[in-house]
């Protein structure tokens, strides 16, 4: 299984960005799909997933209204969509897959089963 992030970068304060990850060796669409971050010297938290049951979108408190999580069965790939950057979203980025599907799940990096390598995305003021 690979999971392979895209899209990270250097923006400025109040752009967008739009983050890709493509999935392979895996049925992509009995998989949730998730997105964390992690800042230097803090943990790992999470970001937004996406249910592969019910196409249910979760959120972090400090991006839900900015960013949005979707999916391409298709192109066996999930985006996140960032508006309104902040320089607190300055992160590597992580996609991961998970089995299940419902919300309490869904919050818990623990539920992942499989990660990708991250992209880097810092955000100036």
């Known amino acids: 299984v690979q999971l392979q992030a895209s899209g990270g970068g250097l923006v400025q304060a109040g752009d967008s960005l739009r983050l890709s990850c493509a999935a392979s060796?895996?049925?992509?669409?009995?998989?949730?799909m998730g997105w964390f971050r992690q800042a230097p010297g803090n943990v790992r938290e999470f970001v937004a997933a996406i249910s592969y049951r019910t196409r249910s979108t979760y959120y972090a408190g400090s991006v839900k209204g900015r960013f949005t999580i979707s999916r391409d069965n298709s192109k066996s790939t999930v985006y996140l969509q960032m508006s309104d950057l902040k320089p607190e979203d300055t992160a590597v980025y992580y996609c991961?897959?998970?089995?299940?599907?419902?919300?309490?799940?869904?919050?818990?990096?623990?539920?992942?089963?499989?990660w990708g390598q991250g992209t880097q995305v810092t955000v100036s003021s």
């Open positions: 991961a897959s998970s089995g299940y599907y419902s919300a309490s799940d869904l919050y818990t990096g623990g539920r992942y089963d499989y």
């Open positions: 060796g895996l049925n992509f669409g009995i998989y949730s």
